[in-house]
């Protein structure tokens, strides 16, 4: 999506660019400008550990959004994901230079310190940076990847091993939480509550294990069932685990979202077709979120075939046979080309489209207020502007309340935990439901759904839920809703994706000539410089993703 215009790429652009004459990603040598031992602020490096973990996200959610629908993808998988794909490129530059060594450099400082906070904290966020690699890339380097000059070429390591390596982080977390110790100057997440850092840490064990369910059920079971009755877990919003942004200008501290569609003025991303159907056609009423999550610029579609042709040219092409006439949970159809039908300016583009970008750029809905911090749509169908809605003081939803209870969902459909699916269903509905209405004040507006628009939702998907007969139905309804819930987080989508094949009606790509990514391209620059590293495959899986081969499209 991005131009890659924010402050904090710019930093990262900047790193990558001063070493690329000798090295690039893993091919490492001692970086004069890193943290050392000797001259390490612990302090300093935690907090821009967490900055650099932000950006790592950024790129992680952009990835897996893209691929599944939770962001516009333009042109099919094996084109849009190829081995210079940015975020993906930048995703791994930002761990492997980035991350990753200023947290081994910090650690052992902070425990020869007693500063064991610092470093619990550290091995939460590496935990999150392994796990996300593996679930992306599969076998990644790791054991030797941050030897320095000791190892140009590093090795990669089974996923397997690394996730193991995450999870021997978070129970070492754990440890360092118990002890008695000072807190960060500056926490970005937590602002120092240690029990906030202690549910997460158990929760992301909740989602280690619900990842290997596939591969091994039996731990799975038991090891959630015990996390869930010890009752450590993020089970409401003041556990959410959010990176926050701000409105300063200097230095700037907005979305960068915002930044690219708002302080632009002029959106340069789509909302995807599949989202706004979702959000506002699929099941015949609007979701509360909806005008939280998309901004509508006009309020009408043009009828005049000129305007069309220049502006949807998609208008008159027939159906793609990749697009079943019949919707796989809604009577109402997928929509092809645009939301036509509602004709009140949801104003989209299909997934994997790669038609010539037309000029449409004051017409495109946009992001709202959730998460990037933009306008409320309420019905102004204006332009917008710097400035406008929450001036970019967004978020990116990275853990949330409601993600949990919906892991605890499937759990429970699946596993047999003592959770009651349909409870966690409900729960995880309202939670973001909450979060999302409640994420800004909403008293000057005049078209705000209220308490018998969120029941009739509610009820709406509580009803499906109860008409289905198994637990694969059953879950295709938990997964739907876990996936709207998803909006600003691509990473668990990918996860949700490749772990459940929901959602089941996922709109197809417009030619279906190239298969889902299962696991992303390692960047080219690695590959090209590092003679341990050998090019991989879309459809090359992760270890816990037993799913057979074309299980999603």
């Not at 900047?14 to 490492?28: A, I, M, N, R």
């Not at 005049?304 to 208008?315: F, Q, Y």
């Not at 004709?343 to 750029?361: A, E, L, Q």
Request: proline residues 6%; contains cysteine.
């Amino acid at each position: 999506m991005k131009n890659y215009s924010n402050k904090i790429f710019s930093f990262i652009l900047l790193f990558g660019l001063l070493w690329s004459c000798e090295v690039t990603d893993l091919d490492l040598v001692t970086d004069p400008n890193a943290p050392s031992p000797d001259n390490l602020d612990v302090n300093f490096t935690l907090n821009s550990i967490q900055l650099l973990f932000g950006t790592f996200f950024e790129e992680a959610t952009e990835a897996g959004g893209e691929a599944v629908r939770l962001e516009y993808m333009f042109d099919e998988y094996d084109v849009n994901f190829n081995s210079t794909y940015g975020s993906t490129t930048v995703m791994w530059r930002t761990a492997y230079a980035g991350v990753l060594p200023d947290i081994q450099t910090l650690i052992p400082v902070a425990e020869e310190s007693g500063l064991f906070i610092h470093a619990g904290i550290a091995k939460v966020l590496r935990a999150y940076v392994l796990m996300t690699l593996v679930d992306y890339f599969g076998d990644v380097p790791y054991s030797d990847a941050l030897l320095g000059d000791e190892q140009f070429f590093p090795t990669l390591d089974s996923g397997q091993d690394v996730y193991n390596a995450a999870l021997a982080d978070l129970n070492a977390a754990l440890a360092d939480f118990a002890q008695d110790a000072t807190e960060p100057d500056l926490d970005l997440f937590y602002d120092g509550d240690i029990d906030s850092w202690i549910n997460l840490t158990n929760t992301l064990k909740l989602k280690y294990y619900l990842n290997l369910r596939l591969s091994n059920q039996s731990e799975a079971a038991s090891n959630i069932a015990s996390l869930i009755g010890g009752g450590d877990i993020i089970t409401g919003p003041e556990d959410d685990f959010k990176f926050t942004y701000g409105t300063a200008q200097s230095p700037l501290s907005k979305h960068p979202y915002y930044i690219e569609e708002y302080q632009a003025a002029s959106p340069g991303e789509y909302i995807t077709n599949y989202m706004m159907w979702a959000l506002g056609v699929e099941k015949g009423l609007d979701d509360p979120r909806q005008r939280f999550y998309v901004y509508r610029q006009v309020d009408e579609f043009p009828s005049d075939p000129a305007t069309l042709n220049n502006e949807i040219d998609c208008w008159n092409d027939p159906r793609p046979s990749t697009y079943p006439p019949i919707d796989a949970i809604s009577p109402v159809p997928l929509a092809f080309c645009s939301l036509f039908d509602r004709g009140d300016g949801y104003w989209g583009r299909n997934h994997s489209n790669s038609d010539g970008i037309p000029p449409d750029n004051q017409k495109r809905a946009t992001f709202g207020p959730y998460p990037i911090g933009g306008r409320y749509d309420d019905n102004d169908a204006e332009a917008i502007d710097d400035g406008d809605g929450l001036d970019g003081a967004g978020i990116w939803p990275i853990m949330m309340d409601s993600f949990v209870y919906f892991m605890r969902a499937e759990a429970a459909l699946y596993l047999g935990t003592s959770d009651d699916p349909r409870a966690m269903l409900e729960e995880g509905v309202r939670a973001s439901i909450a979060t999302v209405t409640g994420f800004l004040n909403t008293d000057n507006f005049d078209n705000v759904p209220d308490d018998t628009d969120i029941e009739a939702y509610v009820d709406f998907v509580l009803a499906l839920y109860d008409a289905a007969g198994t637990a694969d139905e059953r879950m295709a309804v938990v997964g739907k809703e876990y996936w709207i819930a998803l909006f600003g987080n691509g990473v668990e989508g990918s996860n949700l994706l490749k772990r459940t094949g929901t959602p089941i009606n996922l709109s197809p790509t417009l030619l279906g000539t190239s298969p889902f990514p299962r696991t992303f391209l390692y960047p080219a620059e690695s590959v090209d410089r590092n003679l341990n590293i050998s090019q991989k495959s879309l459809t090359d899986q992760v270890f816990w993703d037993t799913n057979a081969p074309g299980f999603i499209y």
